[in-house]
Structures are given as C-alpha cells and as structure tokens.
C-alpha cells in the first residue's frame, strides 16, 4: 500500500517545478514544530509523556509500599504530574530555543530550494542537500511544514510558511512533499 499523497492534475502541471523559501528560523518555529510532533508523531508523543507516566508509577508503588493514606497519595500523585509535565513543557522550550541557536550560528538567513528529487538550504555560512528518502513523513501545522526522519530518528527539519517567495509556492510544495514523503 502505497502511504504517500495522491496526484491530481493540478499537481502534475506544477511537477518539475522547483520552489523558493527564504527565511530566518526563529525558536517559535522550532517550539511549534516540537509541539506539533508531540502531538502528531508516536514518538513525539513517547518522549513528552514519558516523564509524568514516570511519577505516576514511582508515586504508586512508593505509595503502595509505604502504605501512603489516600490523601497523600493522591495530593503527591498531583504534584509529582504536575511537576514532571511542566518539566516536560520546559524542556521543549529548552530544545527549540537551542536548535534555534545552532541553525543561527551555522546558517542565519536560509534559502530553501526544493523539487522532486530534495531539497537545498543555503545559508549565509552553511549549506545542506538532502533527499527526501531522508525524511519518513511530514507534518503541516498553520504555519510551518515539519520534515521528520522517523520513529525513532529525533531528525527534525522545519520549513516555515512565511518564507515563500510566492503564495502559490506553499501549494507547490505541499505537493511536492505529498508525493515524496507520509503526511501525519
């Protein structure tokens, strides 16, 4: 079964076609593509859970074995959630604003060229080729396309919208990503 995004006519007409995105990633791009795979993606969903499912089972068989009161049980159940989830949401700020810095200093101003075969970065102190075999899926969020490497790959490209040269090129390369790659 074929997992990637039908053709239509429409596509077909802008196939071979290559797109433009120039942009400067900023740490709110990083923190909504990290949101967003939390979100959509298995693995994205492991890693933001993992730390309150942790509490959760620590609480409990502590609790159980010192034969916790139901209150305190639960008053610690609470807190201990409530704390590993806001370290959780912490620590996505904490990726983003460092996957922000590292793409600064490498590339600053990115342009994006994509078409059937990949896609080309060009920074002002870096570039970077990569084939669309080298992603598994992508997902779309209202303001940026997120290229991801897989389960259990943590590879994360991010594309924001805002960078096309066109209005029309964001369809263009919706397309070109609906053929190439899995949409989540």
Known sequence: MDTRGGDSPRQDTDRGRAVEFVYRPTAADFEEALRARARRSPAGRVQFLMAPLTATVAVSVFSTLHDASPPVWIATLVLSVAATSWGA???????????????????GQCRMV??????????????HTTEWTAHREYLETPGLFVLLSGDRAAGIAVLPKRGAQDPADVDRLRAILDRNLKRL
Do not use: F, Q
């Open 114 to 127: 994509a078409d059937e075969r990949g896609a080309v970065i060009t920074g002002e102190r870096a570039s």
């Open 89 to 107: 949401v912490r620590g996505l700020r904490t990726t983003a604003r460092r996957m922000s810095g590292v793409m600064e200093s490498s590339y």
